[in-house]
């Protein structure tokens, strides 16, 4: 059973970390953090097929984005691990409340269209293998679940909302230490960054920049690959 929040919070001080290295990547394109994400892990993978370059990142950026705009896709990501044989656990919530609402600056048309696509693909992967959990609305139980999967040893992609910002950002979680989150954003002039369970916290509740909380989700790569 997952433990409560105040429990997790005392054993979030102690020092967890994934048992393997991944090396830092800068992404390249604007919206192509998600690809640079999946490009740092598949490398620490596969390093021979997946070499940290721009023509690497392009090429999965490519293949992740919407069919309608430049904006990466988690579920496409989820598909692309599943095509190459990797397990992956993905976790969600989605208000239901306000989710046909367009955040800003997205028309109603190009909104209608990302949720059509997320949800198709989302479909699919399960049918693929796929674990999707749903998560409730309590978000420290999210934070709890990701926890856990770092305790077990699994990289975790986690979409975040930036400050003033109205696009989202992926980042790597590889560990944690003392309530202080370890992960690599491909973004950041310094990739290995320090980020407070607290910020984190605060981060991972998606608004686009409405001041409305949409949801929060993360993607987790177990290290195992499915078997040929």
Same mark, same amino acid.
């Given at each position: ?30 919206? %192509?953090? *998600? ?24 090429? @999965? ?10 904006? /990466?896709? *988690? ?23 306000? @989710?046909? %609402? ?33 998560? %409730? ?68 509740? @998606? ?16 290290? /195992?690959?499915?078997?040929?």
């Amino acid at each position: 059973m997952t433990e409560d929040w105040e429990t997790k919070n005392q054993t979030c001080r102690r020092k967890i970390r994934i048992p393997f290295k991944i090396h830092p990547y800068r992404q390249k394109k604007e919206f %192509s953090c *998600g690809a640079s994400c999946l490009l740092m892990i598949l490398n620490a993978f596969r390093p021979n097929e997946y070499p940290l370059t721009y023509e690497k990142e392009n090429s @999965i950026h490519r293949e992740i984005k919407y069919e309608s705009a430049d904006f /990466e896709n *988690g579920a496409k990501m989820i598909e692309f691990l599943i095509k190459r044989r990797f397990r992956v656990k993905y976790f969600y919530y989605i208000n239901e409340a306000i @989710i046909n %609402s367009p955040p800003p600056n997205i028309s109603e048309e190009e909104w209608q269209k990302y949720l059509k696509e997320f949800f198709e693909t989302l479909e699919l992967v399960k049918k693929q293998g796929a674990e999707i959990f749903t998560l %409730s609305n309590n978000v420290n139980e999210a934070l709890n679940q990701l926890i856990e999967e770092l305790e077990v040893g699994h990289p975790i992609i986690c979409e975040i909302q930036p400050p003033r910002s109205f696009i989202t950002h992926s980042i790597i979680i590889r560990g944690l230490e003392n309530c202080i989150f370890l992960v690599m954003d491909p973004l950041a002039s310094n990739v290995f960054r320090r980020i407070h369970l607290n910020e984190l916290k605060n981060s991972m509740q @998606i608004t686009y920049g409405s001041g409305n909380i949409y949801g929060w989700n993360f993607l987790v790569i177990i290290t /195992e690959q499915q078997n040929e």
